[in-house]
């Protein structure tokens, strides 16, 4: 059964960081591009961050740049977001996907779950 397991999310204070984890059972992660979004109340979904199948080329929103490092362990075949210095503008539930392709864009095929980032002093 494909299934993509997002977790790491909780509450911090401003200034704070989180390390989300996304791993992959059923399918192979190395195969695909993988990224991950967000959606705050009220608003779209957006990307955040995107990585390759190789982990040699990745992208972030201008909102999380500097802020936010997406990596990938296909060995242990689950991707992780390293977010720093964390605001109230991050506070959204974080979904990770992986797109048909190796390189990022287009269209995502299997979503995880969502995981609940919460900033707030």
């Known amino acids: 059964q494909v299934q993509l397991v997002g977790s790491g999310g909780g509450s911090v204070q401003p200034g704070g960081s989180l390390r989300l984890s996304c791993a992959a059972s059923g399918f192979t992660l190395a195969t695909y591009a993988i990224g991950w979004f967000r959606q705050a109340p009220g608003k779209e979904l957006e990307e955040v961050s995107c990585?390759?199948?190789?982990?040699?080329?990745?992208d972030h929103a201008d909102s999380v740049k500097g802020r936010f490092t997406i990596s990938r362990d296909n060995a242990k075949n689950t991707v992780f977001l390293d977010m720093n210095n964390l605001n109230s503008e991050d506070t959204a539930v974080y979904y990770c996907?992986?797109?048909?392709?190796?390189?990022?864009?287009?269209?995502?095929?299997?979503w995880g779950k969502g995981t609940q980032v919460t900033v707030s002093s």
């Open positions: 990585i390759n199948s190789v982990g040699d080329n990745a």
């Open positions: 996907g992986t797109y048909v392709h190796s390189e990022c864009g287009g269209e995502v095929h299997y």
